[in-house]
């Protein structure tokens, strides 16, 4: 990649009196804009907004776009975020009238189609995951964490009312949304530490469960990329102690169609559709964390739900049990018909074949890596490998350098420095949707660079080089922030 000139910033484009659009003279009696809003209120000199064209505009954009890496345009293995490809039948689905153009204030009667899908989709999750009900309001897979919890503790509350149930224990290779989850509801997280294989460590479980918890949250496959076998045990133990058992489904896409969660103890969990259903990640969002429980969860979930009557779909907000809202409407619509489109393009045995490659291609650069890298836990992984650079941190190379180096050598870097009980961790997930091809050249370019560090260290400083940006210097960013072009 060769970027010749840094790109200036719209402002830079702006020529006084240039227009990106032409809007037609208003033709609705509208009240002025001093009618509307009290002259107290209104600015006395125009914003200063840029003036572009729309031609300049659009190249503007185009080349910011062009700057960056996307799954669209470069191999993304960032572990734990699941960066597959997003196919675009999803979008195409979303974008029909009859999709795109629903107004959830439409009388019932004229949204059958709409709450049809969402029924077909939460059956479709309870299928697969094997709990008895769906709820597809979450925004995110935290939110869907924080509803997950929020129907814990109502549970508790509603059968011990003079319960003291208000510990989550969380294990240390949770990822960092679970105890944020667990201290916005009102809990207090207790640390549960891994053992050597890296899976929960019963003793120190058993040492922790108490009538003060109220239950386990955990991440299964957890972010070591391991199947935490001792789940089924650790599920027995929080349920004899009235516990319930979250699991952040964050990583379904290694399991899907593989096993079903409730089938092995679990009361509670939530699903990142962007990670396992292809939906598009967006910065933080709008995506989309539905929740499932087994049926004494049920009467909690929140309104409204989608229920057939009669071979017709309406909303029903008679719950008297229910947390309520935690999503305006039926949440993010154009989330669910996109993952919707997907698992439909696949059917059964496309589901199945999901996690099939996606544990395939993790555990194929596991194999290729391993004579290179340090692997910390040397066993066949899940969908995503985490190696350590401990040997070349001794050679003055620290993981932040290697993945500067792949950057400069075209791919976008993995996870670094998570899990926080592998030092070093280099969290790699490749994902299903990548041909071995490309796997084969992100090989070639880790083990290139494993040689570089033997050959030249010194050559890792200040990288990356190629690209529109360079090493920031990252307390500056933090504490010089310049928000304002003109200073
Ligand atoms: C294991 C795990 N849990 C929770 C989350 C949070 O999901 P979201 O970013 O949708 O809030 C992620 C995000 O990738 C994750 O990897």
């Known amino acids: 990649m060769n970027y010749p000139e840094p790109e200036p910033l719209i402002f830079e484009h702006s020529k006084p009196g240039r227009m990106a659009v032409t809007l037609p003279d208003s033709d609705v009696d509208a009240p002025s804009l001093e009618e509307c809003i009290p002259a107290s209120m209104l600015r ?20 910011l776009s062009q700057m960056n890496m996307s799954v669209d345009t470069h191999f993304y293995p960032l572990g734990s975020c699941t960066m597959k490809y997003n196919p675009k039948v999803n979008d195409w689905a979303a974008a029909l009238p009859g999709m795109s153009r629903v107004h959830p204030y439409q009388p019932d009667e004229t949204l059958q189609g709409a709450f049809e899908l969402l029924y077909s989709l939460e059956e479709i999750l309870a299928a697969v995951s094997g709990f008895d009900a769906i709820s597809l309001q979450p925004a995110a897979g935290a939110h869907g964490e924080f509803l997950g919890l929020l129907l814990i503790r109502s549970y508790h509350k509603h059968h011990e009312p003079e319960g003291q149930r208000l510990e ?136 409204p739900r989608v229920v057939k009557e009669d071979g017709a779909y309406r ?55 391993k004579g290179a890298y340090d692997l910390p836990y040397d066993v066949p992984c899940m969908h995503e490998c985490v190696f350590s650079a401990d040997r070349q941190a001794k050679k003055g190379v620290r993981a932040l350098e290697i993945a500067k180096r792949l950057l400069d050598l075209g791919f976008h870097a993995p996870t670094i420095y998570f899990p926080m009980i592998v030092h070093e961790a280099l969290m790699i997930e490749p994902t299903e949707t990548e041909s071995k091809e490309t796997l084969d050249k992100f090989i070639e370019a880790m083990l290139q660079i494993a040689r570089e560090v033997e050959e030249n260290p010194a050559a890792f400083q200040n990288l990356p080089k190629n690209m529109p940006v360079g090493r920031l210097d990252e307390v500056k960013a933090a504490r010089e922030l310049q928000l304002c072009w003109r200073v």
């Open 168 to 303: 989550i224990l969380i294990p240390d290779s949770a990822h960092g949304t679970n105890p944020a989850s667990a201290a916005l509801c009102g809990f207090k997280s207790v640390q549960v530490n891994s053992n050597e294989f890296g899976f929960v460590d019963l003793d120190d479980l058993g040492s922790k469960l108490g009538p003060q918890t109220a239950g386990m949250m955990i991440t299964n496959p957890n972010t070591l990329g391991l199947f935490d076998q001792n789940i089924i045990k650790a599920a027995e133990m929080i349920h004899k102690t009235g516990g319930l058992l979250y699991m952040d489904g964050a990583n379904f896409n290694a399991i899907v169609g593989q096993c079903r969660p409730a089938e092995f103890g679990i009361d509670v969990m939530h699903f990142n559709l962007h990670k396992t259903f292809s939906t598009p990640h967006g910065g933080g969002g709008p995506g989309a964390g539905p929740v499932g429980v087994v049926s004494r969860l049920e009467p909690f979930l929140p309104i």
């Open 315 to 369: 909303l029903d907000s008679d719950r008297p049990l229910t947390v309520g809202r935690v999503r305006s409407f039926l949440g993010n619509f154009g989330i669910l018909v996109r993952a919707y489109t997907y698992i439909m393009m696949h059917g059964p045995e496309g589901i199945r074949r999901i996690s099939e490659n996606a544990v395939l291609n993790a555990n194929y650069i596991m194999a290729k890596l």
């Open 44 to 63: 006395e000199e125009p914003a200063d907004l840029p003036e572009v064209g729309q031609l300049d505009l659009v190249r503007h954009f185009v080349r």
